[in-house]
């Protein structure tokens, strides 16, 4: 079946734009996971939705960062005022979140790139 | 706030060789502990798990075992090929909670033929 998917692959923008990222999860997956990782880094959590709702926040680095998952399927990240520090890969993942464990699956990431 | 260490790369073998990448976490509570692999072009995949202490997780000829002593979670295979050339990330997860993943800065390996 698909997998989770991101658009765009790559996104080059000029400091102080606005940028839209868009992650499809996979269908019927409850759970939905944004993550950002920087050159030689390992991802960095930044939200966690539950259906509609954000359940944790609490990676966001700041205020110009927001997420929306208006129908519990589609999300999107939306940055303000880009600057330079927010280029890297942003990632998508989803999950049933099962009671066992929490197998996350990850789509292939947004490059984003702020001039 | 919980925490993964894991070996800095890179790492180079020649085919055939052992592999050991450790991985020690910190953590309040008794997460679940994962290793994650991104090959060349691709996306993050699950290569294995371990939900408690001394669960051995395994996956295509990886092993790695749970140990709450040391904190610990080392990746180990007996003999790589060429195609395990990859990053490698140790992860945790707290059960309950968001259950977001924590992850380590990442190991990269390359197997020469």
């Known amino acids: 079946g698909a997998g989770v998917s991101q658009t765009p692959s790559n996104k080059v923008t000029e400091k102080g734009k606005y940028v839209e990222l868009r992650c499809d999860p996979i269908?019927?997956?409850?759970?939905l996971y944004w993550y950002r990782q920087s050159l030689g880094q390992g991802p960095e959590f930044l939200i966690y939705?539950?259906?509609?709702?954000?359940?944790?926040d609490s990676g966001l680095p700041n205020d110009r960062f927001f997420a929306v998952r208006p129908e519990g399927s589609v999300s999107t990240l939306k940055i303000q005022r880009t600057e330079r520090g927010d280029s890297a890969v942003y990632l998508c993942?989803?999950?049933?979140?099962?009671?066992?464990?929490?197998?996350?699956?990850f789509g292939p990431g947004t490059r984003l790139t702020v001039l | 706030g919980d925490s993964v260490t894991q070996m800095e790369g890179p790492v180079t073998l020649s085919e055939e060789a052992f592999l050991t990448i450790n991985c020690t976490y910190t953590?309040?509570?008794?997460?679940?502990l994962f290793w994650y692999v991104q090959y060349p072009g691709e996306g993050l995949q699950l290569l294995l798990k371990?939900?408690?202490?001394?669960d051995k997780g395994s996956n295509k000829g990886f092993e790695a075992t749970y140990r709450k002593e040391t904190t610990s979670f080392h990746l180990e295979k007996g003999s790589v090929q060429v195609s395990d050339s990859a990053v490698y990330f140790c992860?945790?997860?707290?059960?309950?909670?968001?259950?977001?993943?924590?992850f380590g800065k990442g190991t990269k390996l390359t197997v020469n033929p």
């Open positions: 269908s019927g997956h409850t759970a």
């Open positions: 993942a989803s999950s049933l979140r099962q009671s066992s464990y929490n197998e996350q699956f």
């Open positions: 371990a939900t408690k202490a001394d």
């Open positions: 953590a309040t509570g008794y997460p679940s």
């Open positions: 992860a945790l997860s707290d059960q309950g909670g968001s259950e977001k993943l924590v």
């Open positions: 939705f539950q259906g509609t709702g954000a359940a944790d």
